[in-house]
């Protein structure tokens, strides 16, 4: 099960669900303002998930379309629990994953 859970890129497949969709879920239940949840949650657990998903791909010298995968689950979180105005953050999500993607030397063997 680990072998085939590693062959299809199974750890970002989890990530991205899990940043994506289930932590904007449980935004939700939790009884904080909306702008903290969207500002300071959403943000910095976002924004830095995404780099670190973008170099991970990069640097295990994983296939490109990887970095869709984590701004897709984002959207599909954050279309089903947020407001549209917060749409937006699946492109930068995007961005910020596809630039570390892009400014990450490959890994050498």
Not at 24 to 42: A, D, E, T, Y
Request: proline fraction near 4%.
């Amino acid at each position: 099960m680990t072998e085939k859970f590693l062959k299809y890129n199974g750890q970002f497949w989890l990530i991205a669900l899990i940043v994506g969709v289930v932590l904007p879920w449980g935004l939700r239940l939790v009884s904080v303002s909306r702008f903290h949840q969207i500002v300071w949650l959403l943000f910095v657990v976002d924004f830095i998930s995404a780099a670190v998903v973008g170099w991970c791909i990069r640097k295990t010298a994983r296939t490109g379309w990887l970095v869709w995968l984590f701004p897709l689950f984002c959207f599909l979180g954050l279309y089903l629990f947020f407001p549209t105005y917060v749409y937006y953050l699946a492109l930068v999500d995007l961005g910020i994953s596809y630039l570390a993607y892009g400014l990450t030397a490959p890994r050498e063997d």
